[in-house]
């Protein structure tokens, strides 16, 4: 974290991440409560919430799962404290319920601001899905889409106010760019009173009032008071919010609406094409800011929507346009103007542009000589696990236990985490996966079909707390058979190591009491449950065989320390490193075994002397390798 994030000094311009700035929004709006799930492109933000939480007065916690976070943050609300919560896009399903009813029921008299990153282009997620969808069709809530970190500090500061004056949460819309890109923001005033937490009941103050106008309970009146009033009110604060610019003279050729980080990338495009272009860029893209987009359409002939993911404003324009200015052309998504799918850069903002308006592109010689420097270096690399990893042990000794039980025939389900390497080759634990708890939730289906084929589902452990328990308990009401291996690391690895509920330690760093995996999987009742060390490969691979033999649902937790983050443990300790292994050419007879098989990084085929050796610098020092070699060639370094 930026120790620029916690700068009393108003006027001061420091460099800080999308992040961050997020975060030192939240510290200026008077946010005393944060809560999320770990999922990037957002982690940093309840990361450097709770790194500031202590200092500043606010509780920051990271949650089981996104609906528990959306919940506390909401509670927190109801005391009149200002809460913000945060989640990647994925999470959004999970919040979805909780939203929809205080959407329609109201928050509490704190502002509620829920942050969350969507990832275009799915860089770190399994989809791109764009969460818009569900914030303005579905929550029907005010959406903020900021472009850059200032902004990023600004809306998030502004949302409070937002909401509080709405009584709405109010959505905040990053996406990977805005996320993880570092810029100059200024720094604003910090708050110098905090407030006193009291419990207000506005959820029964609003059933009074729907008895009242109708005499009794009607559902669809706070539906229609949603619509009638709210939106209404939400309208005027878009209308006046500052973040809708409009740059227009009324002699441009077409006219260009961008939100997000689009709008740079139009900016630069404009810039470098020397176009005369009216530009009208959404801060708030919902509702829409119905005033100066009338005055942008009926000023233009043709308009081109530049956003990310899905074509949420082009659908709201197209549909606003017919009655302001029926005659207008809107090119973006749904004609296939702008690209339809995936992540914008200047670049192709740049083409479609220069398309509409016959101009050549200019060349652009920096990128190829970029791609020049660096093809020498090009070279083909799996994707895998880092060295030292328990989750290949755990994988390797189940390809062993399938072979001694099924002949090495069963049904893999993976699920979201780091463990999703172990599905490429050359470890192919899986060959199917979802989302979280997937795997669990999917191998009763899978399971209950009749396949003659044993039925394992692959599961991290903070994903476990996350969406595995229902399943594992769906499994037990309904007789299923299947394995469930939970792979525990002890850490959300995938995210940057932030704890869980078996960690021990809570976002803050305070102690707590960990939830034993084994002890929810007995209380869901399986009655063969199993704690294995996945660095024991031997012992592993018997006690996952002896968990197919099972008549019913079975559990094997393999059980060891994240590799990377028990390095990092071990240098913040002062400790040296786990001394690494290498390997006797004299021994090594060239049987591929630990690189066709295995597959730890660290060990590399060399075609001169048709051996294996270690890359000393990337062993772990786990050992694994000396149980996976026939010859037994790995040695430890003395």
Request: contains cysteine; glycine residues 8%; aromatic residues 8%.
């Amino acid at each position: 974290m930026s120790e620029e994030v916690s700068l009393d000094a108003p006027g001061k311009k420091v460099l800080l991440m999308g992040n961050e700035a997020v975060a030192r929004g939240a510290l200026e709006g008077n946010c005393q409560f944060a809560a999320a799930y770990p999922g990037t492109p957002s982690s940093e933000i309840l990361e450097t919430m709770a790194l500031l939480a202590k200092d500043f007065e606010i509780y920051a916690q990271w949650s089981t799962n996104e609906m528990v976070a959306f919940w506390s943050g909401a509670g927190a609300t109801y005391c009149g404290i200002r809460a913000l919560v945060a989640g990647k896009h994925h999470g959004v399903a999970w919040m979805s319920d909780p939203l929809i009813h205080i959407s329609h029921w109201q928050i509490g008299k704190g502002g509620l601001v829920v942050v969350i990153g969507d990832d275009p282009q799915g860089h770190s997620s399994a989809n791109e899905y764009d969460s818009r969808n569900l914030a303005s069709r579905v929550f029907e809530i005010p959406i903020l889409e900021p472009a850059d970190p200032q902004e990023s500090k600004e809306f998030t500061k502004m949302g409070f106010d937002f909401s509080e004056k709405l009584k709405l949460p109010i959505y905040v819309r990053l996406t990977t760019r805005v996320c993880h890109a570092s810029g100059d923001v200024l720094l604003g005033e910090l708050p110098q009173e905090k407030r006193v937490p009291q419990y207000y009941p506005t959820f029964y103050e609003v059933g009074m009032e729907m008895l009242q106008a109708r005499g009794w309970v009607d559902m669809a009146y706070l539906h229609e008071r949603l619509h009638a009033k709210k939106f209404k009110e939400a309208a005027e604060v878009s209308n006046s919010f500052t973040g809708n610019t409009l740059q227009m003279d009324g002699d441009e050729e077409i006219g260009i609406v961008a939100t997000g980080v689009s709008r740079h990338y139009v900016e630069e495009a404009i810039d470098k094409l020397g176009a005369n272009v009216a530009f009208l860029q959404l801060g708030m893209t919902f509702p829409l800011p119905t005033e100066i987009v009338s005055k942008f359409l009926k000023s233009i002939n043709r308009v081109i929507v530049f956003e990310e993911t899905d074509p949420v404003i082009e659908l709201e324009l197209r549909s606003y346009a017919k009655d302001v200015a029926p005659g207008v052309e809107i090119l973006g998504k749904i004609n296939a103007f702008t690209p339809i799918a995936g992540e914008l850069n200047s670049l192709k903002v740049m083409s479609v542009i220069s398309k509409a308006l016959g101009k050549p592109i200019p060349s652009i010689p920096e990128r190829k000589e970029l791609r020049e420097m660096i093809k020498p270096y090009e070279g083909i690399r799996r994707i895998t696990l880092c060295a030292g990893c328990p989750h290949r042990a755990s994988a390797y000794a189940t390809k062993l236990a399938t072979r001694e039980f099924s002949g090495g025939a069963y049904i893999g389900i993976g699920d979201i985490g780091c463990y999703g390497l172990m599905g490429p080759p050359p470890l192919m634990a899986y060959t199917l996966t979802n989302c979280m708890g997937g795997s669990v939730g999917m191998a009763n289906g899978i399971s209950k079909t009749g396949v003659d084929q044993p039925v394992i589902a692959f599961i991290g452990d903070s994903t476990f707390y996350h969406a595995a328990i229902p399943s594992l308990i769906n499994a037990t009401f309904n007789n299923a058979k299947f394995t469930t291996i939970v792979l525990e690391n002890q850490v959300t690895g995938l995210t940057g190591f932030q704890p869980h509920p078996g960690s021990g330690y809570t976002a803050m760093g305070d102690k707590t009491k960990p939830v034993k995996i084994e002890d929810i999987a007995k209380a869901c009742g399986m009655e063969f449950v199993e704690v294995v060390d996945p660095y024991n490969i031997k012992k592993t691979r018997e006690v996952i065989k002896r968990a197919l033999e099972q008549p019913k649902a079975s559990v094997v937790i393999c059980r060891r320390l994240c590799a990377t983050e028990a390095l990092r443990r071990r240098r913040s300790e002062g400790l040296p490193p786990p001394k690494p292994f290498f390997i006797d050419p004299d021994l090594c007879n060239g049987c591929k075994i630990c690189i066709n098989e295995f597959g730890c990084p660290a060990i590399i085929w060399d075609d001169k002397s048709n051996k294996a050796y270690i890359d000393e610098t990337l062993c772990r020092g786990c050992g694994t390798c000396t149980q996976v070699c026939p010859e037994k060639a790995p040695k430890v370094r003395k």
